[in-house]
T-cell receptor
Framework: AQTVTQSQPEMSVQEAETVTLSCTYDTSESNYYLFWYKQPPSRQMILVIRQEAYKQQNATENRFSVNFQKAAKSFSLKISDSQLGDTAMYFCAFMKHGGRDDKIIFGKGTRLHILP | DTEVTQTPKHLVMGMTNKKSLKCEQHMGHRAMYWYKQKAKKPPELMFVYSYEKLSINESVPSRFSPECPNSSLLNLHLHALQPEDSALYLC?????????????FGPGTRLTVL
């Protein structure tokens, strides 16, 4: 069975700083997807960034980038130039590739506070 | 249109009531999902409707009943709920094919059971 672990329940950083959220996972699969989702106080889940396991290049999306270490089963999220609107719960998630039912397994989340 | 819509946004119901939550997507996705999320916890998968087949998380009680009238609609019928069922109910959809895309989430329905 796959598991996703986020070891930082809560973090706070000053606005404009860079912050890194940690995520590790465990799987015997070789093909899979990894995601970071953001859930602000409004509670809607928003996809931040996606990484295909077969791609060696780390995914980036504007101020958001990942450090994907497949051998170490690590998938951290870096937020550069953090903004007040980045305050949210961040979930790391895993999904097996090729299944007919695309079930996502979520970590427990990291609550991120961006301080003015 | 990359939206998943959910109605209502908020729902308060008594334990004897029957109500329904509605979810709709117009992205041509073939899989739709219901999740339950308690405060400060990750979403828990309840049901998956994919390729016209319903998959149920065995831990979900029978007082929750999904219905898929067509490929873009997924309802969740509620009956005789308990106060511990109060939560945010999230709907999501995905392409549903091998080599799949991400799941896209709706804004959720905040349910309170009195």
């Amino acid at each position: 069975a796959q598991t996703v672990t986020q070891s930082q329940p809560e973090m706070s950083v000053q606005e404009a700083e860079t912050v890194t959220l940690s995520c590790t996972y465990d799987t015997s699969e070789s093909n899979y997807y990894l995601f970071w989702y953001k859930q602000p106080p409004s509670r809607q889940m928003i996809l931040v960034i996606r990484q295909e396991a077969y791609k060696q290049q780390n995914a980036t999306e504007n101020r958001f980038s990942v450090n994907f270490q497949k051998a170490a089963k690590s998938f951290s999220l870096k937020i550069s130039d953090s903004q007040l609107g980045d305050t949210a719960m961040y979930f790391c998630a895993f999904m097996k590739h090729g299944g007919r039912d695309d079930k996502i397994i979520f970590g427990k989340g990291t609550r991120l506070h961006i301080l003015p | 249109d990359t939206e998943v819509t959910q109605t209502p946004k908020h729902l308060v119901m008594g334990m004897t009531n029957k109500k329904s939550l509605k979810c709709e997507q117009h992205m041509g996705h073939r899989a739709m999902y219901w999740y339950k999320q308690k405060a400060k916890k990750p979403p828990e998968l309840m049901f998956v409707y994919s390729y016209e087949k319903l998959s149920i998380n065995e831990s979900v009680p029978s007082r929750f009943s999904p219905e898929c009238p067509n490929s873009s609609l997924l309802n969740l019928h509620l009956h005789a709920l308990q106060p511990e069922d109060s939560a945010l109910y999230l709907c999501a959809s995905s392409q549903g094919l091998a080599g799949v895309e991400s799941q896209y989430f709706g804004p959720g329905t905040r349910l309170t059971v009195l």
